[in-house]
């Protein structure tokens, strides 16, 4: 069992930045966040594995990075140029070893006024 943490949501202006992070309670192959708005899926926002490949949403790219720091079992997630589209509940996953259960936070909300 991998228990995840999140921290950093809020509200902010668009134009503006939040940063969000999560730690993980052990090492863990990949990490990432999805988000969800109100009457939507859920979607990939950006991942990234232990050797730090990335991968981003189209809607992100530019605006948002991933990083993790392995020997503190946490990802964050900077995000620049926050849009009102960018509104959602953020969540962060992991796994253990690739292919393997996919572990879920509790989920940090973020809104962007306009």
């Known amino acids: 069992q991998v228990q995840l943490v999140e921290s950093g949501g809020g509200l902010v202006q668009a134009g503006g930045s939040l940063r969000l992070s999560c730690v993980a309670s052990?090492?863990?192959?990949?990490m990432g966040w999805y988000r969800q708005a109100p009457g939507k899926q859920r979607e990939l926002v950006a991942a990234?594995?232990?050797?730090?490949?990335?991968n981003y949403s189209d809607s992100v790219k530019g605006r948002f990075t991933i990083s993790r720091d392995n020997g503190k079992n946490t990802v964050s997630l900077q995000m620049n140029s926050l849009k009102p589209e960018d509104t959602a509940v953020y969540y962060c996953?992991?796994?253990?070893?690739?292919?393997?259960?996919?572990?879920w936070g509790q989920g940090t909300q973020v809104t962007v006024s306009s």
């Open positions: 996953n992991a796994r253990v070893v690739p292919g393997a259960t996919l572990y």
């Open positions: 052990v090492s863990v192959f990949s």
């Open positions: 990234i594995t232990r050797g730090a490949i990335t």
